[in-house]
């Protein structure tokens, strides 16, 4: 019966909201899934990667070899990984998912990033996203880091805390600063959340994120989780830009 009022409920969302691609629109099968042409320009990353940034490496030397960039200045989290590169068609990928009303492509990538990131959920003692401004939240509505966050940690059965971390000041938008601009931009930008101390402590923490760029907003959340305590710090993304990151 339950099963049936189930069924009944999903063919009227499906009749009011027809399953689209949540990249071009063109209608299919199933809600939150790209359409074939759409999932064929993803640039889904692959090894060899850098074992502590995840960047894509040109030469395959083991699972334990680093980009230069890592060699020379170690990031604070120990671990990043990303389901796709940052290109064209992801960004605008993720632009869709941020500002649209529906949610529907979530569940989708939040099992793209499960599996992209399963060596780190597995050691995960917590699941937490990257804060967006409590004003920016209120003007686009909903954190898309938390909603991946919680969907993610759902499907690894890892505890979720939606405001681990804080915003303790708006950050000019990302978008058109250099990294060291932005390296500034974020420096002191986040703090635990006051509620959550002893949640931090001892633990090993998973962020979320939707896109990893140069690694600064990363970095700052990693050491203000490591600040507080928690043992170790790895990061998830959707996407990542090809060059290395801290
Ligand atoms: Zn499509
Ligand atoms: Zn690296």
Redesign the pocket.
């Known amino acids: 019966m339950q099963q049936m009022i189930h069924s009944i409920g999903r063919k009227l969302v499906d009749a009011v909201f027809p399953p689209q691609?949540p990249?071009?629109?063109?209608l299919?099968e199933t809600h939150g899934f790209?359409?074939p042409?759409?999932w064929g320009q993803i640039k889904f990353i692959e090894t060899p990667w850098c074992a502590c940034c995840g960047v894509p490496l040109e030469f395959d030397s083991g699972p334990e070899s680093l980009c230069l960039a890592c060699m020379r200045d170690p990031p604070s989290y120990e671990r990043a990984r990303a389901v796709m590169l940052y290109g064209d068609f992801s960004r605008s990928l993720i632009l869709k998912f941020k500002h649209a009303d529906r949610l529907d492509p979530a569940p989708a990538y939040a099992g793209w990033m499960a599996r992209a990131g399963s060596d780190l959920l597995a050691d995960a003692d917590l699941v937490a996203p990257v804060p967006l401004h409590w004003r920016r939240l209120f003007s686009r509505r909903f954190n898309q880091s938390a909603v991946l966050g919680k969907a993610v940690a759902r499907l690894a059965e890892k505890p979720f805390c939606a405001d681990l971390l804080v915003r303790t000041r708006q950050t000019p938008s990302q978008g058109r600063l250099t990294r060291n601009q932005r390296g500034k931009n974020v420096a002191g930008a986040f703090a635990l959340n006051a509620r959550w101390k002893e949640r931090v402590e001892a633990r090993r923490v998973l962020l979320i994120d939707d896109v990893l760029t140069t690694g600064a907003t990363a970095e700052h959340c990693a050491r203000t989780l490591l600040r507080a305590g928690a043992s170790a710090v790895d990061v998830l993304t959707l996407a990542r830009v090809a060059l290395p990151g801290r």
């Open positions: 691609c990249s071009c629109m063109a299919v790209l359409c042409q759409c």
